[in-house]
């Protein structure tokens, strides 16, 4: 039986998310894997920097109150920390800051954020070289469904050309509102009432969150060094309400889609609204679907990953496989 | 670098699209993951058991001619068997032996075969565990498309459900046929001409290819212990033409669809012409389309992998990637 101390950064919906899974699996964590685990800090802007090495009750956290998140690292001595505090895409800070931190203290550094993975991916992946440790990613984009991992561990030298996909569904939401009668601000309200779309949620509908999200995928996957700004950028506000409808009655409703091509030696990366053929893979999206299409050499009319109406326990799910897979436990 | 001696048992399409595969990725091998090959042996019914230690060229097997299995794996000495003969789905043989004498020869065996998977699974992977090696199978359902190893590394204790899928494009291919206006033996004509029937195509259309990969994805991913013969079990034949096409015309088509669903502690699995309702995650299919779609805790309203038109180094790649895995390659 190995046991490990984990952290929490972040205490949010997906950090409450995370906490219920992690008991929902405690049995199977012991009976598959021989692996324990406890809760040994826990932080948050509400909270503090709340550690206790003995263990933090999730459901009433308290402990000792630490200054940052290095005096809160040296109290709480984690195996595991798990980042998921609000994103800055601009520069990823202060949680690239963080996840140096939790390398540096000899932690596993396991991030649902795609802003420290943007602008920070080779730099903290060297760092966890270095300390034997890994910096994992798999809830940055898609919100859990297996991206990084699938690519990892299934699909080694299927020669990866090309992506595309819906990232953002505040987009597709808001869309679909439109499609129904509404106004783009009536529908990014409705996205807003359902608790997806973004603190600004002009992030998502302009096509902001895709092309971050593109990035990430980009330089893990395929190489690339991309930031936002170079991601060819086009929202959807711009779209005409009468043509939206129009397109969803011909049955090629628009979405906003993300795609990464090849150019040269590396890829490009644009998103923008596309109208979605029948029969198209990226025909299966409503609601708030999320849906990758990979061109490879080996898949001669590509492999697509569809994950249908995820919720905040989706997303914890990446981080908990990446602490699966962090810790070696997998065959 | 380590360099790695492979055997190939059976030499037909999929064969000679994993030896392409391998040449293609030789290169990659070495820069990647510091790994070399080379082919030290080769059997099929048409050339025999033909071994050399010195390496095998493909474009003109020839070697040492040995007399059976045993002999041929002394002489040869692999790392690893890709076994990939012709499939007996009622016994499983002589699959099963060669995998099992592979293994005690101390080679991984690799198989994209799902008579032995059915028919030997748990003694295999116990074999293979008793000998420190490996037995993977990841092209034996859906053609090479991740469904194991998926499975294995991107979902753990992801609390699996149900799946449901369209696992014999045969199938679809012969309503596809049917809905333009052919007769069911036309369409299995035009699948045969497109090189995807099996041998006795009554194998596809009756369901019962549906049925053994059922039985795989079963006993792997669901912990049962089930044989075709266990599955309910219902082929295109009985429908009626100009309901098949009526059904088109009204935008829910039939497709053969094999389900795994809950029943008490374990599962039970079926295979039948259903309508496809559209929007439903199987609605993609079409042609030589193969999909599987999950139900699990942590996704709510499922999970979706999708390979469009395989073709055979998809097959092929399935053997590949398990190679890959098999060595310890993968991070």
């Known amino acids: 039986m190995t046991a490990y101390d984990l952290c929490f950064l972040g205490f949010g ?52 109150l630490c200054h940052d998140v290095n005096d809160w690292l040296d109290r709480a001595r984690p195996h595991v920390v798990f980042e998921m505090i609000p994103l800055d895409p601009h520069t990823g800070q202060p949680a690239l800051d963080y996840l140096r931190a939790a390398l540096e203290h000899g932690a596993h550094a396991i991030s649902a954020n795609k802003g420290p993975l943007v602008h920070g991916y080779r730099e903290l992946s060297r760092l966890a070289d270095a300390c034997g440790k890994r910096y994992l990613f798999e809830s940055a984009v898609m919100d859990g469904a297996p991206v990084f991992s699938l690519a990892r561990h299934c699909l080694p030298l299927a020669g990866l050309r090309a992506a ?85 009655r011909d049955g090629r409703p628009y979405r906003l889609i993300g795609r990464i091509a090849p150019d040269g030696d590396t890829v490009t990366a644009r998103v923008a609204p596309e109208r979605v053929e029948p029969g198209d893979p990226l025909g299966v999206v409503h609601g708030t679907t999320l849906v990758m299409h990979y061109q490879a050499d080996v898949f001669p009319g590509g492999l697509t990953v569809v994950s249908h109406d995820p919720d905040p326990t989706t997303t914890a799910y990446g981080l908990f496989a990446d602490f699966v897979s962090a810790i070696g436990a997998l065959a």
Do not use: M
Not at 25 to 46: P, W
């Open 13 to 64: 919906t997906v950090g409450k998310a995370l906490a219920g899974l992690l008991a929902s699996r405690r049995t199977e964590l012991r009976e598959r894997y021989d692996v324990e685990y406890r809760i040994t800090g826990v932080a948050s802007r509400r909270l503090g920097w709340i550690a206790r090495a003995s263990g933090v009750d999730l459901s009433a956290p308290a402990g000792r």
């Open 164 to 248: 595309r996909g819906v990232f953002t569904s505040t987009a597709t939401v808001v869309l679909e509102a439109v499609e129904e009668g509404l106004s783009i601000d009536e529908g990014i309200a409705r996205a807003q009432q359902l608790g997806i779309a973004e603190a600004d949620p002009g992030y998502d509908v302009d096509g902001w969150d895709t092309a971050v999200k593109l990035c990430a995928v980009a330089n893990v996957l395929f190489g690339a060094a991309l930031v936002p700004a170079d991601v060819r950028r086009e929202g959807i506000r711009s779209l005409d309400a009468a043509h939206v409808r129009a397109a969803r």
